[in-house]
């Protein structure tokens, strides 16, 4: 399994259909990469990312919660 399909699963579990249009806006915007390229040394660096924007859509623990999974894969 890809990097990019590890992140995307863990991410759809909380934001369903919309996991891959974040992932994709959060890598360009954080990483400067398209999502499908990341590498699992860019998942801390992602993980934050996702955890300040996750907040405008998801509760507050939750983003914290998808942050810290993505962060472990």
């Known amino acids: 399994m890809r990097p990019y399909d590890s992140v ?3 991410t759809k579990t909380y934001l369903g259909p919309a996991a891959e249009s974040f992932l ?12 499908k390229e990341i590498t699992k040394a860019q998942f801390k660096e992602l993980s934050k990312a996702v955890e300040i924007a996750a907040v405008r859509f998801i509760e507050s623990s939750k983003a914290v919660e998808l942050a810290k999974k993505i962060e472990k894969l």
Do not use: D, F, P
């Open 8 to 10: 995307l699963t863990v």
């Open 24 to 35: 994709a806006r959060q890598c360009q915007l954080a990483l400067k990469i398209e999502a």
